[in-house]
């Protein structure tokens, strides 16, 4: 598998401006901390078609710039700096980055899921605790608004609206994503939320290097 361009950031004198310089960063990211490239080879083989590595981190790259949409990409298929930053070696088609995730879906969130505490533990983040020496995992269920739209999936909410329920959990000071489930707005809130909790109580055991007091805070 190619792996991403290493590229230098260098300062100038001179003012340099684009929409998306941050994808540099998750470039970086995405080649140095984490074993994405390995886990998504593992998932199957293909016979000349584009790699699950440029599958997913080009959504990445999407969801980077706030844009969740398949149909987003198509304006990122010409776009070196794009491709450079964040592709292995090529950018997918709308139609293939559909068909990919519809396939494999499950494979791809738990590699990725695995992924996010690679990179925190990896990458050395800092993880900051309270003034009384815990450190905070806060789990609270927000609302996603989708009126209007024509998502799959998208229920009455109890706020009388059409929507998901997702519920989320964040780690430390720094606010580290942890997990996140994207439920139908129709869901109870409490609804899973012990195999949820469970699961966040162990990636944190898995990030602690030492033993540290963990204070969970739980929002509305």
């Not at 000349?48 to 981190?57: E, K, L, Q, R, T």
């Not at 969740?68 to 700096?81: C, K, L, M, P, Q």
């Not at 430390?172 to 996140?180: I, R, S």
């Not at 899973?192 to 990636?203: E, R, T």
Request: proline share 4%.
């Amino acid at each position: 598998m190619k792996k991403l361009k290493r590229l230098l950031i260098e300062k100038f004198k001179d003012e340099f401006c684009t929409s998306h310089s941050g994808l540099v960063l998750e470039g970086l990211c995405l080649n140095r901390f984490i074993s994405l490239v390995q886990r998504l080879a593992a998932v199957s083989s293909l016979a000349g078609g584009i790699a699950h590595a440029d599958i997913v981190s080009s959504y990445i790259g999407l969801l980077w710039l706030g844009k969740s949409d398949y149909d987003a990409i198509a304006g990122f298929r010409e776009d070196r700096f794009f491709k450079e930053s964040v592709a292995f070696k090529t950018v997918p088609s709308e139609g293939t980055l559909s068909q990919r995730f519809e396939e494999h879906a499950e494979r791809f969130w738990a590699i990725v899921n695995y992924c996010v505490t690679e990179f925190i533990k990896r990458s050395g983040a800092l993880l900051t605790s309270l003034a009384t020496g815990h450190v905070p995992l806060d789990i609270y269920v927000f609302i996603m608004d989708n009126s209007k739209t024509k998502k799959e999936g998208v229920p009455r909410t109890y706020q009388g609206f059409d929507g998901y329920s997702p519920i989320a959990a964040y780690l430390a000071m720094e606010g580290w994503l942890m997990e996140v489930k994207l439920r139908e707005g129709s869901q109870h809130g409490q609804k899973g939320f012990i195999p949820f909790l469970a699961q966040d109580l162990h990636k944190v055991l898995e990030l602690m290097a030492t033993p540290t007091p963990c204070a969970l805070r739980f929002g509305p």
